[in-house]
C-alpha cells in the first residue's frame, strides 16, 4: 500500500493506493488543480403553471433548441435536442399549444426537471 496525501481546493486529504506486486510507504504532496465543471441552470422563473409540462426523461445537456420561445407547436413536434450519453434524442411536444422553455441551450439537467410547458 503506498499513501498519498492529494490536495485540493487547499485540503489536504490522505489517500491509501495498493500497488500490484511491489510494497512500501511513501508520502508525496501533490497539488492537484480541480475545476468544478460550469453548469447552466434551468430558467424556471418563467415557466407558469398553466399548460403541460415537458418533463426530461433522463439526465442529459439541452443541446439545441429547435424553435423560438413562445412558438405556436403542434403534438410530436420536435422542440429541443436533449443529449446523453453521446447520444442527440429529440425531445417534442406532447400536444398543440404555445412552448414556454425552462432551460436555455447549454443547460445540463436531471431527470423530470422541467423543460418546458406547452400551453
Not at 48 to 61: Q, R, T
Not at 71 to 87: G, H, N, R, T, Y
Amino acid at each position: 500500500m503506498r499513501n498519498f496525501i492529494v490536495t485540493i481546493d487547499g485540503k489536504s486529504y490522505s489517500v491509501g493506493v495498493e500497488e500490484v506486486g511491489a510494497s512500501g510507504n511513501t508520502e508525496r504532496r501533490m497539488p492537484i488543480p480541480v475545476s468544478a465543471p460550469a453548469v447552466n441552470k434551468p430558467v424556471a422563473s418563467k415557466i407558469s403553471a398553466d399548460g403541460e409540462k415537458v418533463l426530461s426523461p433522463f439526465p442529459g445537456l439541452i443541446k439545441n433548441l429547435l424553435v423560438a420561445d413562445g412558438s405556436a407547436v403542434k403534438k410530436d413536434q420536435p422542440i429541443m435536442v436533449l443529449e446523453a450519453m453521446k447520444m442527440d434524442n429529440e425531445i417534442t411536444a406532447p400536444c398543440d399549444g404555445k412552448v414556454t422553455f425552462g432551460v436555455a441551450k447549454g443547460a445540463n439537467v436531471e431527470t423530470n426537471a422541467v423543460l418546458a410547458v406547452i400551453g
